[in-house]
């Protein structure tokens, strides 16, 4: 087995000498909050009497051809009542479709995606002959008879045919060492900087360790599995906090925590995405446990002090702010008491001359 990005690069600071500002592409979670279908104002590209398509974002290379095994995320939405019925990125996992030996309801999704390239997501409107026909389908998912389709679609990547067999063809050996491939391919397009087409390699290669197949697994195929996957996940991760992607990244750290709850790359990159999205107490607990688990690791004890520092500066911050506050109080409380005293010498002055006023007029009498 290949050893991760991590063990390459050796620490947490030579993963920060990567710059990735500017970037605004987005990868692997929905343009919108998913509810409803996107809007998209590209114009519709007619692939087949029934289907077409809207681009919502470029891909790049070429597009798959016959019986290539791609791999994609989409969520799908009955076209004239918008019910959302399937949601592959809930997952997190993406879904495999073999072009040619689709299934018959996602002929119409199999002709868009043989449109489509690596990275490229898009809008798929698909006619009911060529989705879930006449019948509908009553059980999962719930789909009404003669119903249009929509698909919000990404292809993360595909293998051609010659590459290799679709997963479920392949031993254990092969899954294993295909993701392998795909893990380092992901390496080697993050050491260039590629961030989103290095997510990519990395989607594909957690494809080939699904739920499914790591259910069946034990012993040592467990670990190997394991030991290519968890990676695949912290990777990911790592990209996703250089993006300002940090909700994203926590949710791929909770997965490698839940194999392996006391890996201290998980509770570091974990913790660095809270700090980010100013969950202070909570990073510091990760921190401290990845310290517990990794002591001599400079980058665990580098945030720390970057949290103690932050919570200073905010301390003094709020310190001159009430001073201000209280300083203000007490300025005006003292004019306050001044006018009190020129108003009580002016009714004591009064009242001397009142007194004064009256003895002279008692005299007159």
Known sequence: MDQSLEHQTQTHDQEDEIVTEGSAVVHGEPSQDGSVPPKVDSEAEVLDEKVSKQIIKEGHGSKPSKYSTCFLHYRAWTKNSQHKFEDTWQEQQPI????????????????????????????????WELAYGKEGNFSFPNVPPMADLLYEVEVIGFDETKEGKARSDMTVEERIGAADRRKMDGNSLFKEEKL???????????????????FQLYGKY??????????????????????????????HCNIVLTEEEKNPKALFRRGKAKAELGQMDSARDDFRKAQKYAPDDKAIRRELRALAEQEKALYQKQKEMYKGIFKGKEEGGAKAMSRNWLILLWQWLVSLFSRIFRRHRVKAD
């Open 222 to 251: 467990q670990d190997m599995a394991l030991a290519v996957k968890n990676p695949c996940h912290l990777n990911i991760a790592a990209c996703l906090i250089k993006l300002k992607r940090y909700d994203e990244a926590i949710g």
């Open 96 to 127: 495999e479709l073999v072009l040619g030996k689709e299934k018959k309801e996602l002929a119409g999704l199999a002709i868009g995606v043989s449109s489509m390239k690596s990275g490229e997501r898009a809008l798929v409107h698909v006619g």
């Open 196 to 214: 989103e087409e290095a997510m990519q390699q990395y989607e594909m290669a957690i494809a080939y360790m699904g739920d499914d197949f790591m």
